[in-house]
T-cell receptor, first 116, second 116 residues
Framework: GQQLNQSPQSMFIQEGEDVSMNCTSS?????WLWYKQEPGEGPVLLIA?????ELTSNGRLTAQFGITRKDSFLNISASIPSDVGIYFC????????????????FGKGTKLTVNP | EPEVTQTPSHQVTQMGQEVILRCVPI?????FYWYRQILGQKVEFLVS????????KSEIFDDQFSVERPDGSNFTLKIRSTKLEDSAMYFC??????????????FGSGTRLTVV
């Protein structure tokens, strides 16, 4: 159905390393969003993707919207300690009747730990 | 930067009691949402609200839940008779647009609801 499979579940890396995480689904999504959540806070939008094949950067972050509209990845280059947190992919499902749903479907998150 | 404000930040309630979670969305936003996140799990959509009515809701949003925009600024989530499994972080979000061109939500910091 409209589930997002996010991997990996967790990552432990050294400061300076690059990070890659991805989300896949069997359903088509109109929009892919990547959020970061820190303890006790709400999700904060990092990157939004609106077109299949779109590649977008935000500083050290790069994300792509897959051609099939069923997947997306997020890369973080040269990680720093403040990158620590949980990263969620989220998608806006495509629906036959409405063209697009308003809700966001979230992945289960990737917990990132950066060792200085 | 405009933000979504939620109160209280933490609420403890006895099972069976009614609770009202409050949110002040961003002032020029027209679409409002509630999500919840059970501890350690993914963020789940509850309901979307536009033009003073529910536009979409999930299976989680049963008869125990209701939403209201009592005035021009507040957006509330009421749980009529709380159950232990309602314990979660509840996030309010708002957005300026909807549908396929939705430019991402802004989430509040959440209300942690603990049902004892």
């Amino acid at each position: 159905g409209q589930q997002l499979n996010q991997s990996p579940q967790s990552m432990f890396i050294q400061e300076g390393e690059d990070v890659s995480m991805n989300c896949t689904s069997s359903s088509i999504f109109n929009t892919w969003l990547w959020y970061k959540q820190e303890p006790g806070e709400g999700p904060v939008l990092l990157i939004a993707l609106y077109k299949a094949g779109e590649l977008t950067s935000n500083g050290r972050l790069t994300a792509q919207f897959g051609i099939t509209r069923k997947d997306s990845f997020l890369n973080i280059s040269a990680s720093i300690p403040s990158d620590v947190g949980i990263y969620f992919c989220a998608g806006q499902p495509s629906t036959v009747t409405q063209g697009g749903s308003e809700k966001l479907v979230f992945g289960k998150g990737t917990k990132l730990t950066v060792n200085p | 930067e405009p933000e979504v404000t939620q109160t209280p930040s933490h609420q403890v309630t006895q099972m069976g009691q009614e609770v009202i979670l409050r949110c002040v969305p961003i002032s020029n936003h027209l679409y409002f949402y509630w999500y919840r996140q059970i501890l350690g799990q993914k963020v789940e959509f509850l309901v979307s609200f536009y033009n003073n009515e529910i536009s979409e809701k999930s299976e989680i949003f049963d008869d125990q839940f209701s939403v209201e925009r009592p005035d021009g600024s507040n957006f509330t989530l009421k749980i009529r008779s709380t159950k232990l499994e309602d314990s979660a972080m509840y996030f309010c979000a708002s957005s300026e647009t909807r549908g396929e061109a939705n430019y991402g939500y802004t989430f509040g910091s959440g209300t942690r609801l603990t049902v004892v």
